[in-house]
């Protein structure tokens, strides 16, 4: 039960995290794979009906949904059907390195996906707790966000704590680019004492 509180809390955080990044640059757990390539749906537009002046005029609403022209002296009406946004791929890999990672020490996760996107991470570890800081996780290291350069690359490292638990662990990546998002999941380990994952 806690496990499950936590990852709901850290993927609230990080979609929170993503949309927020969106909205600034005006664009809009799984098992772990080393790269993964995901499709979204895509956006959903709403759009508002048109009105008719005094004088029998016409006037036309935006905002992508019905346009409605009123004729003068009771005319026939003409709704024109609303257009449907295409779909949009986002393709997203990403590699974490050391894939061995000691507690204490430094880990990277590079992310390739399309120029101008948003995205943000969180990690999972072997014991169900996340990286984010407390009140959102747990503080074991590997929470943050950003933009992808013209090429389409985000990095960004953290400090593995020196309480993380030994074993496999994964970081949860969630990708927003033009109204649309996409998650993936990117595996590494925290070693043993001795070293050894």
């Known amino acids: 039960m806690r496990s499950l ?9 990080a979609t929170a995290l993503a949309a927020t990044l969106l909205a600034g640059c005006g664009s809009s757990p799984t098992e772990p794979t080393a790269a993964a390539s ?5 956006p959903t537009t709403s759009g508002g009906g048109g009105s008719s002046r005094p004088d029998g005029g016409t006037s036309t609403s935006s905002g992508g949904g019905t346009t409605t022209a009123a004729k003068p002296h009771g005319g026939k009406q003409t709704t024109a059907a609303p257009s449907s946004s295409p779909t949009i791929t986002i393709p997203v890999s990403g590699t974490i390195t050391p ?3 000691r507690p204490g020490t430094q880990a990277t996760i590079v992310v390739q996906t399309l120029s101008k996107s948003a995205v943000a991470y969180d990690t999972y570890y072997s014991n169900g707790k996340t990286g984010g800081q ?4 747990d503080g074991l290291g590997g929470n943050a966000g950003g933009m992808t350069d013209a090429n389409g690359r985000y990095s960004s490292s953290w400090i593995v704590s020196a309480n993380a638990p030994a074993g496999t662990a994964y970081a949860r990546v969630v990708v927003g680019h033009a109204g649309a998002s996409t998650e993936t999941s ?3 380990a925290v070693s043993n004492p001795r070293g050894a994952c």
């Open 99 to 101: 894939k061995c990672v």
């Open 38 to 42: 995901a499709t979204s749906a895509s």
């Open 134 to 137: 407390p009140p959102f996780g």
């Open 5 to 13: 509180r936590h990852a709901r809390v850290g993927a609230i955080a």
């Open 186 to 188: 990117v595996p590494f």
